[in-house]
């Protein structure tokens, strides 16, 4: 099977511009004026430029700046970013495009880095421009994609959740990215209405041959959704286990918050201490939870602070292996996860302490 880009859009009605700035609109903050755009030049993020600009049209005070990220990859690549710049341009916003200069792309993982150094990118201009928030045109369309993979990663509630509509940036581009915020405001429109809106209006716009390159997992997927739709099991179906999948999550995260508290004994610089009591019998769920807490409040770093924290698997190993401990009364030998070592005392006390570097093979010399 030949995995292909969705390109007839059916009789989806097209996402209008007023449209498209209602959704932003509902989706920023008070006080939320000055947007970063990311616009590659495909078709949903056209629609959000569209979008943007009727939005700065409104005259409330917003402000946004449209940046094109070139990774280079492609000899169109160059090009398609300046057409970008003008397209903007021509709809009265700023814009700028930026080059990844990674000299020889990898081999494998190229999507993965080329994503990294997006956001990373993308991280630069709106801290240059001072925007706290930066907009990506995501559909409904990508966030099943996003679940049919971590559902073949074998993902938990937490990948199954997929994307949110609002998200941490650093949690992505790493801590010089803090204080921004991600945003998809289109998380819930279908890709054929953004599609539809490009026909509809004539509107300039390029596909990116990636996205139907059988050499890459999320192409491949892709081709399988309209089969899968055959079964039921269709986009929208799937962006929906996503929101329930958030909503299971975000209870999740409320109950271990409070179970953290209760357990917290003691915290002093790195190091902190944990009733095993409280942990006993709860949930092993939560008791993950707690852990992640407890490594975030050990100084594990901004990453695990929003989301990246050590192996789901090896997580939740210790956490059964813990609660048996703690069951039996017994000791749990000293054990390293993520940089963090955690141990626990046969009265019960669970102690989280930062292990020490490894030696390398030069310091051993």
Same mark, same amino acid.
């Given at each position: 099977?030949?995995?292909?880009?969705?390109?007839?859009?059916?009789?989806?009605?097209?996402?209008?511009?007023?449209?498209?700035?209602?959704?932003?609109?509902?989706?920023?903050?008070?006080?939320?004026?000055?947007?970063?755009?990311?616009?590659?030049?495909?078709?949903?993020?056209?629609?959000?430029?569209?979008?943007?600009?009727?939005?700065?049209?409104?005259?409330?005070?917003?402000?946004?700046?449209?940046?094109?990220?070139?990774?280079?990859?492609?000899?169109?690549?160059?090009?398609?970013?300046?057409?970008?710049?003008?397209?903007?341009?021509?709809?009265?916003?700023?814009?700028?495009?930026?080059?990844?200069?990674?000299?020889?792309?990898?081999?494998?993982?190229?999507?993965?880095?080329?994503?990294?150094?997006?956001?990373?990118?993308?991280?630069?201009?709106?801290?240059?421009?001072?925007?706290?928030?930066?907009?990506?045109?995501?559909?409904?369309?990508?966030?099943?994609?996003?679940?049919?993979?971590?559902?073949?990663?074998?993902?938990?509630?937490?990948?199954?959740?997929?994307?949110?509509?609002?998200?941490?940036?650093?949690?992505?581009?790493?801590?010089?990215?803090?204080?921004?915020?991600?945003?998809?405001?289109?998380?819930?429109?279908?890709?054929?209405?953004?599609?539809?809106?490009?026909?509809?209006?004539?509107?300039?716009?390029?596909?990116?041959?990636?996205?139907?390159?059988?050499?890459?997992?999320?192409?491949?997927?892709?081709?399988?959704?309209?089969?899968?739709?055959?079964?039921?099991?269709?986009?929208?179906?799937?962006?929906?286990?996503?929101?329930?999948?958030?909503?299971?999550?975000?209870?999740?995260?409320?109950? !271990?918050? *409070? #179970?953290?508290?209760?357990? @917290?004994?003691?915290?002093?610089?790195?190091?902190? =201490? %944990?009733? /095993?009591?409280? &942990?006993?019998?709860?949930?092993?769920?939560?008791?993950?939870?707690?852990?992640?807490?407890?490594?975030?409040?050990?100084?594990?770093?901004?990453?695990?602070?929003?989301?990246?924290?050590?192996?789901?698997?090896?997580?939740?190993?210790? !956490?059964? *292996? #813990?609660?048996?401990?703690? @069951?039996?009364?017994?000791?749990?030998?000293?054990? =390293? %996860?993520? /940089?963090?070592? &955690?141990?626990?005392?046969?009265?019960?006390?669970?102690?989280?302490?930062?292990?020490?570097?490894?030696?390398?093979?030069?310091?051993?010399?």
């Amino acid at each position: 099977m030949t995995p292909q880009e969705p390109s007839d859009t059916g009789d989806a009605p097209p996402l209008l511009p007023e449209e498209g700035a209602a959704l932003i609109a509902a989706a920023l903050a008070p006080g939320e004026k000055n947007l970063v755009v990311a616009v590659s030049g495909g078709p949903d993020s056209t629609v959000l430029m569209h979008a943007v600009a009727a939005l700065v049209a409104r005259g409330e005070g917003h402000r946004a700046t449209v940046v094109s990220i070139d990774h280079g990859l492609r000899p169109e690549s160059a090009g398609e970013a300046a057409e970008v710049v003008a397209q903007a341009g021509a709809l009265g916003l700023p814009a700028r495009s930026r080059r990844w200069e990674h000299g020889a792309a990898p081999v494998a993982g190229i999507q993965q880095a080329a994503r990294a150094a997006r956001y990373r990118l993308l991280a630069d201009e709106a801290r240059a421009a001072g925007a706290a928030i930066l907009l990506t045109a995501h559909t409904a369309d990508d966030q099943a994609e996003t679940v049919l993979m971590r559902l073949f990663a074998g993902s938990g509630i937490d990948g199954i959740a997929g994307m949110a509509q609002r998200a941490p940036l650093d949690a992505i581009a790493g801590p010089d990215a803090a204080g921004i915020t991600l945003m998809r405001p289109f998380l819930g429109i279908a890709k054929t209405r953004l599609t539809a809106a490009c026909a509809h209006f004539g509107w300039w716009h390029v596909r990116d041959p990636a996205n139907i390159d059988p050499r890459h997992t999320r192409a491949r997927l892709r081709a399988f959704l309209p089969v899968l739709a055959q079964e039921g099991l269709t986009a929208q179906r799937l962006a929906r286990l996503a929101r329930r999948a958030g909503e299971t999550r975000e209870a999740l995260d409320h109950a !271990a918050e *409070a #179970l953290f508290a209760q357990a @917290r004994l003691a915290e002093s610089g790195a190091a902190l =201490t %944990l009733d /095993g009591a409280v &942990l006993r019998n709860a949930p092993v769920a939560l008791v993950q939870r707690v852990l992640r807490r407890a490594f975030i409040a050990c100084g594990h770093g901004e990453a695990e602070a929003n989301g990246y924290g050590p192996n789901l698997e090896k997580t939740e190993a210790f !956490a059964r *292996a #813990l609660q048996q401990a703690l @069951r039996t009364g017994t000791a749990l030998p000293g054990r =390293t %996860l993520g /940089g963090i070592r &955690l141990a626990c005392a046969a009265d019960g006390t669970v102690s989280l302490t930062r292990a020490r570097p490894r030696r390398t093979a030069q310091q051993h010399a």
